[in-house]
């Protein structure tokens, strides 16, 4: 126990996750806590997903689906229809925007901590840098050099920035032209009539043409990825009935692809969109995962994975209108090919894409180059410091797969030696190695519901 005579729990990362596990946590504890939330950008309540300003950047879940709470699923809907936060606000069909969600998540945590005045919540503006954990205690260390002293501790880092995937030739002035993170602001320096490359042709990318669009942007952006393959948008479409059995489930890659295809062509026959049909396996997607060998999810992950995303993670009605838009008049086109070498320098870049399905080479150039290519997902490259913290010093090491964090039961670290911890838990993307299925807010708000009630199991 820490000076203070509460239980203490320190949380690393203040977006969605981090925010409605300290939000359960209160709630759930039986006696008052003491929570630090550590965040870098100081998001504390909204993340970088939910912080954008940017009124075009809707939610890629309908808002039905977007409640806080697993359990009172119509929290948010209710919190639209009631809230003078969300006066003036302009839901585009059943999405809205994410900078409203925010908001939202936001005054959730508000209205938690005024209910339970007796607990409290300390945003910590810095980057937790290293920790030590010892077998009742956890010491987080920050960037600033303060040392904050908690019971346990929970990782909510959420995805790491993307890593491009051909590293192209600098030359002086090289930085001033690549924008390695787009949520760093480096968007604000493009001109508008300044032609601009993007590596990734996925949710990224759209995000990054509607901020552009927004500005006024009136040049060329060229969207490269080795396949092309786009965000598809959302359809109303009713219910499906599970097709799968819990029970038995495809236990290869090949077995699972023809049993969805085949669910695919029956529907069609009934006139029901394939939608209806994957939106009617989420239940079942972490069993799918989990009952899968070693051996099957890397076949997985190296042929059916960017099959799988492009249909499985939409985009909203509007926002996929204004990209198509975009691409009849011009302004956006998007090329299938393999990056092979390039150059970046004071004026801008210059790639080689080798198409794909053939042996021609394109140059493809612009004055400034953003990697949109996804979340690093390698956490054998990943240079975060606590990571490597975490993995320097034995206490976390990589799942089978280095998707992230190893874990076990309750969601607790397995350090070096295959030992579960006592003290450090994890929970959101970087568990993506456990379950796959573990970037939306309809997963991992049931994370946070059981990762609290078992801290809160430990506070009394």
């Known amino acids: 126990m820490t000076e203070d005579a509460r239980p203490t729990f320190g949380i690393v ?21 003491r929570i630090f939330l550590f965040d870098r950008a100081a998001a504390f309540g909204s993340g970088v997903a939910y912080s954008t300003p940017n009124d075009k950047h809707l939610l890629n879940v309908r808002v039905g689906n977007m409640s806080a709470y697993d359990s009172r699923p119509e929290h948010f809907i209710k ?71 908690v019971d346990r501790a929970a990782l909510c880092v959420g995805n790491f920035p993307p890593a491009l995937p051909v590293k192209p030739q600098t030359r002086d002035g090289a930085e001033d032209r690549y924008i390695a993170n787009p949520w760093s602001g480096g968007l604000s320096r493009i001109q508008k009539d300044d032609d601009v490359v993007l ?44 097709f799968l059995t819990p029970d038995a489930l495809p236990k290869t890659v090949s077995a699972l692809v023809r049993v969805v295809r085949r669910e695919v062509e029956a529907a069609a026959a009934q006139g029901v969109d394939w939608r209806g049909v994957l939106d009617s396996m989420r239940p079942q997607t972490q069993a799918l995962w989990r009952g899968l060998s ?24 509007p926002v996929a209108a204004e990209i198509e838009e975009l691409r009849r008049a ?69 799942d089978s797969l280095s998707l992230g964090l190893d874990l076990g039961d309750d969601y607790r670290l397995i350090n070096k030696e295959g030992v579960a911890s006592d003290v450090l838990f994890a929970l959101g993307p970087p568990i993506r190695g456990n379950l796959w299925e573990t970037t939306a807010v309809p997963d991992i708000r049931k994370q946070c519901e059981a990762v609290a009630r078992h801290l809160a199991a430990v506070a009394g």
């Open 330 to 398: 011009g302004k956006l086109v998007v090329t299938a090919g393999r990056l092979q070498d390039g150059t970046l320098g004071a004026d801008g870049v210059s790639m080689t894409v080798k198409a794909r399905g053939g042996e021609s080479l394109q140059r493809v150039e612009g004055g400034w180059l953003v990697n949109c290519s996804g979340p690093q997902l390698d956490y054998d490259r990943i240079r975060d410091p606590l990571i490597r913290c975490l993995f320097d010093t034995g206490l976390a090491r990589p």
């Open 199 to 242: 590596v990734g042709t996925g949710l990224t990318m759209v995000d990054v043409v509607l901020d552009l669009h927004s500005r006024g942007h009136r040049g060329t952006i060229t969207a490269v990825s080795r396949r092309g393959f786009m965000p598809l948008p959302h359809r109303d479409v009713g219910p499906y009935q599970a």
């Open 13 to 33: 990362g203040g977006g969605f996750t981090g925010t409605m596990l300290a939000v359960h946590l209160i709630e759930q504890s039986g006696v008052p806590v």
């Open 79 to 149: 919190w639209l229809e009631g809230c003078p936060q969300a006066e003036g606000a302009k839901p585009r069909g059943p999405f809205v925007s994410r900078g409203l969600y925010g908001q939202y998540l936001r005054s959730t945590l508000s209205a938690c901590l005024a209910a339970h005045p007796a607990s409290s919540m300390i945003g910590v503006d810095a980057e937790v840098t290293s920790l030590r954990a010892g077998a009742t205690s956890v010491e987080l260390h920050t960037a600033d050099g303060a040392r904050h002293t």
């Open 294 to 317: 070693i051996a099957e999810r890397r076949r997985f992950l190296r042929h059916v994975r960017p099959y799988w995303e492009v249909h499985r993670h939409r985009v909203a009605q």
